[in-house]
T-cell receptor
Framework: ELKVEQNPLFLSMQEGKNYTIYCNYS?????LYWYRQDPGKSLESLFV?????AVKQEGRLMASLDTKARLSTLHITAAVHDLSATYFC?????????FGTGTSLTVIP | DSGVTQTPKHLITATGQRVTLRCSPR?????VYWYQQSLDQGLQFLIQ???????AKGNILERFSAQQFPDLHSELNLSSLELGDSALYFC?????????????FGEGSRLTVL
């Protein structure tokens, strides 16, 4: 079974700062998804990374995928309070999704 | 709005009871996934159906069962409930490959077992 490790698990950062969340996974996966979850709410799709070297950006978030290194990153630029949420990566093989433990991000004014 | 509908949104019941959670996938999505999210266990995959057939099974207890009907809606049945079954249960649907294949999640059903 594919194992997924996200780090950090908890991240507290000041507004305006930059930071990167890492998602490592154990076996081959050719695509990966990032989701955001606000407390008590559903999961919202952020990025779909469909191939090695894929990079997607939306606002202050940028995601990348290196399938050879089995690594995806979610980079946060100039964080704002609205980005406070839990972020999950989910590598995909076939039609199976393997969710990481999530990174709980708190942006402090 | 993801297009995935789950009912009920909240459910409070007692230990030993049985409940049924319902999910209607997005129009056109053939796959339905069920996940359990509790505070100490993260997001746990339970089971997947594709066009009425079970496709994959995850960490689903024997007390739990699911099915997908011809109209593609799905139900998750939880029986002999225990306190530890209290969690948020998500249904998600996807259109599968070769499309982007991303999961679209419903709002969840919050189950509280007292």
């Amino acid at each position: 079974e594919l194992k997924v490790e996200q780090n950090p698990l908890f991240l507290s950062m000041q507004e305006g700062k930059n930071y990167t969340i890492y998602c490592n996974y154990s076996t081959t996966s050719d695509r990966l998804y990032w989701y955001r979850q606000d407390p008590g709410k559903s999961l919202e799709s952020l990025f779909v990374l469909l191939s090695n070297g894929a990079v997607k950006q939306e606002g202050r978030l940028m995601a990348s995928l290196d399938t050879k290194a089995r690594l995806s990153t979610l980079h946060i630029t100039a964080a704002v309070h609205d980005l406070s949420a839990t972020y999950f990566c989910a590598p995909n093989t076939g039609n199976q999704f393997y969710f990481g433990t999530g990174t709980s991000l708190t942006v402090i004014p | 709005d993801s297009g995935v509908t789950q009912t009920p949104k909240h459910l409070i019941t007692a230990t030993g009871q049985r409940v049924t959670l319902r999910c209607s996938p997005r129009s056109g999505d053939l796959s339905v996934y069920w996940y359990q999210q509790s505070l100490d266990q993260g997001l746990q995959f339970l089971i997947q159906y594709y066009n009425g057939e079970e496709r994959a099974k995850g960490n689903i207890l024997e007390r739990f069962s699911a099915q997908q009907f011809p109209d593609l809606h799905s139900e998750l049945n939880l029986s002999s409930l225990e306190l530890g079954d209290s969690a948020l249960y998500f249904c998600a649907s996807s259109v599968d490959r070769p499309h982007t294949g991303e999961l679209f999640f419903g709002e969840g059903s919050r189950l509280t077992v007292l």
